[in-house]
């Protein structure tokens, strides 16, 4: 199946600006939720090739950890590599006979799990396409992002929102409704490319050094909910609706509207969970904003990870210093259209007619 052809597939990281926490379970399930993001110029690699010996292998290029087994062997969903495990043997049992296919599969993401930006749930659908591609399926968006919400949440039981799945598929900027019904509706924006550009210069993405485990924050704001502490709902209920204001000032290029909504989406989410935020990064946050930057906050379910700050250009070098002077580093950002996407690299100077998807 591999002798003449290497699939090699790559899915967007995502910034939230708005609406996160709102598209966890049991909020979403009962008040519906609603979040603003858009894909970065980041990403989460597979590969699939042959492999030797009859052997299924499975790389982890930022863990350098590797596993093997032999293609008799029963591949069990647990413990390390779960994620690649567990979307080998979907693929394996519903589309061929569950017999293991010899291949090597190997994943690296251009940012640590924990760094907010979805890596884990980025190479879940990474992963996934390469598959699509390697069995010449037809699976449209929706379905490509419901089974990687399928595999990481109910498979390997990682705690999380729906987010960031259907960010790496869809790609671009989306304003995203999650129904208590367990709907889904995926709104594409057409931001204009003017407000992207300016978007862009005023963005500084600053790494804090930390990588959080979401988990954590993610079973707090859920106990929360369901425990009904009304500060917290009230919390969500206000991101929610800063969801909406981002998307009205994002098209409109209205960014008076934009930073606002950064900062009270921020003070919000703060009072969600606890955990959200700590000393660190309150002092972060706040040299920043008293050097130049006019918003700012993490993304992703909080802790640790990147933070987003809205700076003026002319401000811009000042507040690059500031934050390089707290141990972590900052880099720009850079919006992108496209999501996942899968190509089958021909070996031996053959030609391979590949699939193209709409994703």
């Known amino acids: 199946m591999l002798r003449d052809f290497i699939i090699r597939s790559r899915a967007p990281l995502r910034l939230g600006f708005a609406g996160g926490g709102t598209d966890l379970s049991p909020y979403c399930d009962i008040y519906g939720g609603c979040v603003l993001n858009s894909t970065i110029d980041r990403y989460a690699y597979t590969t699939i090739e042959k492999n030797s010996d009859d052997l299924v292998t499975f790389y982890s290029q930022e863990k350098d950890f590797k596993i093997n087994f032999g293609c008799k062997d029963d591949i069990e969903v647990s413990q390390d590599l779960i994620i690649h495990k567990a979307v080998y043997k979907y693929f394996i049992n519903k589309f061929n006979n569950s017999k ?35 069995f010449s399926l037809s699976m449209d968006d929706y379905e490509i992002s419901q089974l990687a919400y399928h ?16 960010s790496a598929t869809f790609g671009g900027f989306n304003f995203m409704e999650f129904g208590p019904d367990n709907s889904v509706n995926i709104i594409p924006l057409r931001v204009k490319n003017w407000i992207i550009n300016e978007l862009e210069a005023s963005t500084i993405l600053y790494f804090t050094g930390i990588s959080r485990d979401s988990s954590k924050i993610v079973n707090e704001q859920s106990r929360n909910v369901s425990e009904s502490t009304n500060s917290a709902i009230e919390a969500l209920h206000e991101i929610k609706n800063e969801a909406i204001n981002m998307k009205n000032n994002l098209l409109k290029g209205n960014f008076e509207g934009i930073k606002k909504s950064l900062k009270i989406g921020w003070e919000e989410k703060k009072k969600s969970a606890f955990s959200v935020s700590n000393s660190h990064i309150d002092k972060v946050h706040n040299a920043a904003l008293d050097n130049g930057a006019l918003a700012g906050r993490l993304s992703g379910a909080g802790g640790g990870g990147f933070m987003l700050f809205y700076v ?11 934050l390089n002077g707290f141990g972590g580093y900052t880099t720009n950002c850079h919006f992108t259209e496209k999501g996942s996407q899968a190509w089958r690299i021909p070996l031996r100077n053959k030609k391979i007619n590949s699939l193209k998807y709409k994703i």
């Open 151 to 166: 595999l990481e949440r109910n498979v390997c039981g990682f705690e999380g929102g729906k987010q960031d799945q259907y």
């Open 312 to 322: 003026p250009a002319p401000n811009r070098i000042k507040v690059i210093e500031t």
């Open 100 to 134: 293991n296919i010899s291949l090597k599969m190997s994943t690296f993401c251009d940012a640590p799990p924990g760094s907010g930006l979805g890596s884990s749930s980025t190479l879940v659908v990474s992963m996934i396409h390469a598959f699509v591609e390697l």
